[in-house]
């Protein structure tokens, strides 16, 4: 299972972007998938998080600026990301979980968001 994250860039405070993560099969085939980011000097954190029937999280600090969304026919794995503050620059990473047989999960390359001032 190969995940290939992109969409990263430099955007400016109060501006917008959206994440694509790219599954090489069918995306249904997965219990969660979810965004993560990593900024500098600071732990991995889960962002946003989608079942396989729809249901989302979100982190406090996001709620109601992104949206994570799939595809189901394309696999792919989206985070609309909007008024982006500087605290959001981080490398973001796509995640995705099984269950069946056994548990496993399988991680993006990263994509880097960096916000300026």
């Known amino acids: 299972v190969q995940l290939q994250a992109s969409g990263g860039g430099l955007v400016q405070a109060g501006g917008s972007l959206r994440l694509s993560c790219t599954v090489s099969?069918?995306?249904?085939?997965?219990?969660?998938t979810a965004w993560y980011r990593q900024a500098p000097g600071k732990q991995r954190e889960e962002v946003a998080s989608?079942?396989?029937?729809?249901?989302?999280q979100y982190i406090d600090s996001v709620k109601g600026r992104f949206t994570i969304s799939k595809d189901n026919f394309k696999n792919v794995l989206y985070l609309q990301m909007t008024t982006l503050k500087p605290e959001d620059t981080a490398v973001y990473y796509c995640?995705?979980?099984?269950?069946?047989?056994?548990?496993?999960?399988?991680w993006g390359q990263g994509t880097l968001v960096t916000v300026s001032s």
């Open positions: 995640k995705a979980r099984k269950v069946r047989p056994i548990v496993r999960e399988y």
């Open positions: 099969e069918s995306i249904l085939s997965f219990s969660i």
């Open positions: 989608i079942t396989g029937g729809g249901s989302t």
